[in-house]
């Protein structure tokens, strides 16, 4: 079965600086997708950016970037210049496409919280 | 906007009731996921439907029941409901293409909050 672990269950940062969040995960399967959801106040949940398990190229989406290390099976999102409205929760989320259907598997979450 | 509905936002209900949470998927998307927020479990996959028939079942209680209709809008029926099942109830939907090494997002609905008393 897959897993994800967030091993930080939360994380502070100041306005403008950057600050990274850590993802790991455990499966035996080759193709995948890895995605980094934000859930805010609001509750919404809304991806950040995504990984194509066979791209070896990180993915980039304005101020969020991931540091995906397949063979470490790590998947980091990093968030620079970090906005006041970047306060959310943050989950690493795994899917695999199975023959039987599709699935999200998310990690337990990261609160983090931007400081003034 | 995601484009995914649900109804109704909060549900208020007392232990021992049914509810049916309601979802309608984006234009296009053929395939609904219903998955269960709560403080204890976290994000848990309940179950996912693609054009009408059951796909892939994850920890969905033998009290919950699903199905997506003709006009592929879903329903996540509750019953016998315990304190529990306090939970916020997220639909999301993607379009399933059924082919290897296509990406798979999944957009999610504003969630059901469900309180049982």
């Known amino acids: 079965a897959q897993t994800v672990t967030q091993s930080q269950p939360e994380m502070s940062v100041q306005e403008a600086e950057t600050v990274t969040l850590s993802c790991t995960y455990d499966?035996?399967?080759?193709?995948?997708?890895l995605f980094w959801y934000k859930q805010p106040p609001s509750r919404q949940m809304i991806l950040v950016i995504r990984q194509e398990a066979y791209k070896q190229q990180n993915a980039t989406e304005n101020r969020f970037s991931v540091n995906f290390q397949k063979a470490a099976k790590s998947f980091s999102l990093k968030i620079s210049d970090s906005q006041l409205g970047d306060t959310a929760m943050y989950f690493c989320?795994?899917?695999?496409?199975?023959?039987?259907?599709?699935?999200?598997?998310f990690g337990e979450g990261t609160q983090l919280t931007v400081n003034p | 906007d995601s484009g995914v509905t649900q109804t109704p936002k909060h549900l208020i209900t007392a232990t021992g009731q049914r509810v049916t949470l309601r979802c309608s998927p984006r234009?296009?998307?053929?395939?609904v996921y219903w998955y269960q927020q709560s403080l204890d479990q976290g994000l848990q996959f309940l179950i996912q439907?693609?054009?009408?028939?059951?796909?892939a079942k994850g920890n969905i209680l033998e009290r919950f029941s699903a199905q997506q209709f003709p006009d592929l809008h879903s329903e996540l029926n509750l019953s016998s409901l315990e304190l529990g099942d306090s939970a916020l109830y997220f639909c999301?939907?993607?379009?399933?293409?059924?082919?290897?090494?296509?990406?798979?997002?999944?957009?999610f609905g504003p969630g059901t909050r469900l309180t049982v008393l």
């Open positions: 999301a939907s993607s379009v399933e293409p059924g082919l290897a090494g296509l990406y798979n997002e999944q957009f």
């Open positions: 989320a795994f899917i695999q496409q199975e023959t039987s259907g599709s699935r999200l598997t």
């Open positions: 234009s296009g998307d053929l395939s």
């Open positions: 499966t035996s399967e080759n193709n995948y997708y």
């Open positions: 439907y693609y054009n009408g028939e059951e796909r």
